[in-house]
């Protein structure tokens, strides 16, 4: 689906119907990265519109040469939001860097949205673990090499903190998802904003969960204990055997997570 704005076109998917859910993706993911694990909490669940966006030089959006920053992707986000679901209450969900982008939407919209989801976010900590793998698998990453290459199976047994079957069929969903960036245009970009993100410019008293990973060496996990005190509806969860690919290692306790956050968001508004 497409979101025509005056200078770019904004590709995205919408499942369902009801209260809108904007999802953005981490860097350098396309939408149907947070699809491919949120969709499963949607099961039997009706009354949710859920949106992913794909942002520049993610997916099937375009990395225009005049978009420098984050902060017009920002600008672009929130456009969007305007567009799609003009002077609609909504509730937010970002992935990695799409975390981080996500809290800066609230920052702007705050007053209309009904809950926050984050799932292994991008936040201010400096002191993330060091790398580490807690199961080893040779057996998948030969599956993967034979549909692949080495480099390409390495990265992800690098990625994954717990490995085996489950890491190939992942890998298989969402093979196509690796090539959709625009590589030249994402290093290009200051991925940090200028303007002020964490904390929110007043506490934000709805429904909020942060996900992290215990084994997480991309972004860590300390830094969402700093902003508990903006968050006073917030469930914080750091699972064990979970790295930055905490979705895929830990999908059933993800998902109940969401379910319940789901739930007590469904329950205030």
């Known amino acids: 689906m497409e979101c025509r704005l005056d200078r770019i076109t904004v590709h995205y998917e919408s499942f369902g119907d009801g209260r809108a859910l904007v999802v953005l993706p981490g860097w350098p993911d396309p939408g149907q990265v ?3 694990y949120l969709e499963p909490a949607f099961v039997g669940r009706g009354g949710w519109r859920r949106i992913y966006l794909d942002l520049p030089g993610r997916g099937r959006t375009r990395g225009e040469s005049w978009i420098t920053s984050n902060d017009q992707v920002l600008e ?21 860097a799409g975390g981080y982008l996500a809290r800066a939407v609230l920052r702007e919209r705050a007053t209309q949205i009904d809950g926050l989801l984050q799932v292994v976010p991008v936040t201010d900590d400096d ?21 692949s290459d080495s480099e390409t199976a390495r990265q992800i047994a690098d990625a994954f903190v717990v490995q085996g079957p489950s890491v190939y069929d992942t890998f298989v969903r969402l093979r ?38 215990r084994q997480d060496s991309v972004v860590g996990y300390r830094g969402a204990f700093q902003l508990m005190d903006a968050y006073p509806r917030a469930t914080v969860a750091v699972l064990d055997r979970a ?13 109940a997570l969401v379910a319940e956050w789901l739930d007590r968001v469904e329950q205030e508004a």
């Open 243 to 255: 790295g930055h690919t905490l979705p895929w290692e830990q999908p059933e306790v993800l998902k």
């Open 76 to 96: 672009i986000v929130l456009e969007v939001i305007d567009r799609l679901i003009p002077g609609e209450r909504f509730v937010l969900a970002g992935h990695s």
């Open 127 to 147: 002191e993330a673990p060091d790398r580490v793998t807690l199961v080893a698998d040779d057996e998948v990453i030969r599956r993967i090499e034979s549909i």
């Open 34 to 36: 947070p699809a491919d």
């Open 176 to 213: 196509s998802s690796f090539g959709a960036a625009d590589r030249v245009f994402l290093e290009g970009l200051d991925d940090r904003l200028s303007r002020t993100v964490d904390p929110p410019a007043t506490p934000f008293s709805k429904p909020t969960l942060f996900v992290l990973g």
